[in-house]
């Protein structure tokens, strides 16, 4: 009763950091801390066991705005929609997303469902970075055109664009 485990509660904010052995020797590499959120414990007088998920598991709720939008709604905004009913304020949504428009109403699911929905619609990844911040970015590179409103007599804004090695 007096052991910390006493105060682990399902759904609480947990850091996992890994760490492996490089030489054999004990010296430790450590990898970034990686923010997730308890699922379930349990621990007798000598080991504990812990299960730990990401954000999109520990997400509750239903998503029940979805409506038909008329003149239609982009799916930046349908996703900062979602994002904020769910109560999740640390995201990133690719702005690309602000040109695809759609019309339908979103059906009536969980917030992770409503959030997968978006990015498959937008052709889109969703993930969580290690820090827990939930990312919605396209998943291909789009198509992209350069420009300037001040170039330099020697600049060729057209090769911005390419892979090739820059001369600085």
Known sequence: ?????????????????????????????????????LKTWKANESQAEFTATDIFD??????????FYKDGISLYDLAVDVFEDAG??????DTY????????????????SALQIIANAGRCVLREDRRGRVHLQSSFI??????????AKYSHIENVLKNDVKDG
């Open 58 to 67: 520990n997400i509750s709720g239903t998503y029940y705005r979805g409506k």
């Open 1 to 37: 009763p007096n052991s910390a485990l006493a105060y682990m509660e399902i759904g609480q904010e947990v850091k996992i950091a890994f760490g492996y052995d490089v030489d054999g020797n004990g010296n430790i590499e450590w990898l970034p801390e990686k923010k997730s959120y």
């Open 142 to 151: 789009p198509e992209m055109i350069p420009s300037t409103n001040n170039q």
């Open 97 to 112: 997303l602000k040109s695809v428009i759609v019309y339908n109403p979103m059906p009536t699911v969980s917030y992770s």
């Open 88 to 93: 999740i304020v640390d995201y990133f949504i």
